[in-house]
């Protein structure tokens, strides 16, 4: 697995991607945390979300644990413990997937919050149902927490 990681955060660097900076927190392979910029035109503009990355012992079989530190207002992310939707991450994953897909697949979290499969049951109505507010509440919550 560690030479599977060490891997993959090269792949990483070398992409310089400017909207997530990632790496093993602590010195900790299993454990790396990313800083992701929330996407322009998007109510989470002009935030940093902090999100832990736990990788099992059988990664890349089973897909990482992946947890936003940053409170953030999204139907799809718990908003007391960070969880991310199960299916978003977890249904889809296979061994060819990797960090990089993970990181992809949050900014397009970020980008379309998907009010079909919520965790958070009353934001998505929010969503579904009032956008303007939605925004107004998920912007209020990038600036008080993630900025």
Known sequence: ?????????????????????????????QHWR???TGPASSPYEGGTFIVD??????????CPEIKFLTKIYHPNIKTDTGEICADIINSNWAPTLDVYHCLETLQSMLLNPNP???????????????????AATAKKWTAEHAS
């Open 34 to 36: 990313a800083n992701i």
């Open 1 to 29: 697995m560690s030479k599977r990681l060490t891997k993959e955060l090269g792949k990483i660097a070398k992409k310089e991607l400017d909207w997530v900076t990632i790496a093993p927190h602590n010195d900790n392979l």
């Open 53 to 62: 990355f736990i990788f099992p012992a059988d990664y890349p079989f089973k």
């Open 116 to 134: 079909d499969s919520p965790v958070e049951a009353q934001i998505a109505t929010q969503l579904r149902d009032d956008y303007d507010a939605f």
